[in-house]
């Protein structure tokens, strides 16, 4: 049981590359969650997807863009990437309770440290 | 706009004595305050949580303070050890939407032998 997973778990991007972070879960969560992670910033929400198929902005959603194809995967992308976007990328997961809502509890990869040049 | 406000940054404290973080917040719609654990190279990892129902949550040597009224809340570490040296951060929810955490700018508490 792997629990949240994350690959790359480094990655050095030139200005205006592009690359797709991947996060793979094994608990059968509905919910997914992408965060970045920054010095005195605390974590700040990019995208989450509450089920397969389906994604939402968070707080700082520009210059990213998610799919979430299987219930399993939650793919973070950076078309063109730019030094203000290095950072510790962290993904997480949460369960659906009867309901519908969201469980409170996160569930956390080990994060991709990305640096853009 | 930053609605979890946390402090201090960072905190040294002896070996068995107190570590105390606190947190403000200012949505009154919060009614989930969970604290997460970060060790270096790691991912956070929940450690305590309390509701507004009550005003103090312990497990362990870790503890919760929750003032409503104040809209503050604390996490305190009794007998502080090395092995408690990490980043930890405050964070609140409302329950109609708590896929989306509100967490504090962290703080990163280091133990000394």
């Known amino acids: 049981n792997a629990g949240v997973t994350q690959t790359p778990k480094f990655r050095v991007l030139k200005t205006g590359q592009s690359m797709t972070l991947l996060c793979a879960q094994d608990?059968?969560?509905?919910?997914m969650y992408w965060y970045r992670q920054d010095p005195g910033m605390g974590l700040r929400l990019i995208h989450y997807?509450?089920?397969?198929?389906?994604?939402a902005k968070g707080e700082v959603p520009d210059g990213y863009n998610v799919s979430r194809l299987k219930k399993q995967n939650f793919l973070l992308g950076l078309e063109s990437a730019a030094p203000s976007q290095t950072s510790v990328y962290f993904c997480?997961?949460?369960?659906?309770?009867?309901?519908?809502?969201?469980?409170?509890?996160?569930?956390f990869g080990p994060g991709t440290r990305l640096t853009v040049t | 706009q930053q609605q979890v406000k946390q402090s201090p940054q960072s905190l040294i404290v002896q070996k068995g004595g107190i570590s105390i973080i606190n947190c403000a917040y200012e949505?009154?719609?919060?009614?989930?305050f969970p604290w997460y654990q970060q060790f270096p190279g790691k991912g956070p990892a929940l450690l305590i949580a309390?509701?507004?129902?009550?005003s103090e949550k312990k497990e362990g040597r870790f503890t919760i303070s929750f003032n409503k009224s104040a809209k503050q809340f604390s996490l305190h570490i009794m007998d502080s050890q090395p092995g408690d040296s990490a980043t930890y951060f405050c964070?609140?929810?409302?329950?109609?939407?708590?896929?989306?955490?509100?967490f504090g700018s962290g703080t990163r508490l280091s133990i000394r032998p």
């Open positions: 964070a609140a929810t409302p329950y109609s939407s708590a896929s989306k955490i509100i």
């Open positions: 949505n009154t719609a919060f009614d989930y």
């Open positions: 997807s509450v089920g397969e198929g389906t994604t």
């Open positions: 309390i509701r507004p129902d009550v």
């Open positions: 608990m059968n969560h509905e919910y």
């Open positions: 997480a997961t949460s369960e659906r309770l009867t309901g519908g809502l969201s469980s409170y509890e996160q569930y």
